[in-house]
């Protein structure tokens, strides 16, 4: 009989009890804590190894820290101070090594951007053999940039490399100084980082090629357009996000350029090809002075980061 009236009670809009309340409230909270225990794992880790170091970045760049004194005394800002002041004796090394990330950096990321873009459109095709010439575009990616750099510091070698013994046979000047002079030691750089990584950026392509449905492409050949037209009115705009991503991660990628000009050129001539991340090493690893180290670590990182966001900007996919 208690049943009926409570069924008759909850029928006629009276509250459930008590006890069946607390444990609907109990389940709803643990509902909304379960994406957090999830995320938790991944939380701990980027703080311990993500957001700890960059803080600690920030604060020893705060510091005169030298690693070979034991006293490390507060400075605030005149570390990022000597960045431009011309009476610094970091001024000049810095923004060199800033012009020479600067043109590696123009140079290689369109050529890194559209070369694997016409590589992907290629492999995208059907022919014989298309497996083995993605594998063997992509193959390149998977060496180390030690395995790189060694490579072809033998073979760009003036005097006894393959490059310019092979060039030498077909006529050509056989005394080119890839690595020893400008343009030639840009030119290098550039080859070898384009060589190396661009089967990457072409898979990437071409896993957004065939996200593409092909009935946008049979609708526009109905409609008479032609193959630059399809192109331009519906590849690059399918493939929108994905040239947002290849551009940004090009840019940081060739901004932060290291092992390439450290064993292929060596920063010849003189210290013309030394970029940003090669000085960045020296200032902390060679001379111990890790403050300065440490503000040009950060000075370059928020230079980045607004390169980032005008990309996001200039590519912000809107739903038409």
Known sequence: MADVIEVGAARDGAPPPAGRT???????????????LFLAPYLVLFGVFGLAPILFGVWISLHQWDLQLPNRPFIGLDN??????????IYGDWWSSVRATGIFT???????????LGLALLLNRSFPGRTFFRAAFFAPYVLGVAVIGLLWRFLLDANLGLVNRLLGLVGLPSDTPWVTDVPWAWVSLVGVT?????????VIYLAGLQDIPAELYEAAKVDGAGGWDRFRHVTIPGLRP???FVFTTTILASANVFGQAFLITQGAPGEQTRTVVWRIVDEGLRDYDA?????????FALM??????????????RED
């Open 106 to 116: 123009l140079f290689s990321v369109p050529l890194l951007v559209v070369v694997p």
């Open 22 to 36: 607390r444990r609907r409230g109990a389940t709803e909270r643990g509902n909304r804590a379960t994406p957090y």
């Open 194 to 202: 384009v060589w190396w990584t661009c089967g990457f950026n072409a």
């Open 291 to 299: 403050g300065r180290a440490a503000a040009m670590s950060v000075f």
């Open 80 to 89: 990022y101070q000597d960045l431009f002041s011309s009476d610094s004796a």
């Open 304 to 317: 980045l980061a607004v390169v980032s966001i005008v990309n996001f900007r200039l590519f912000r996919y």
């Open 242 to 244: 994905v040239l947002l």
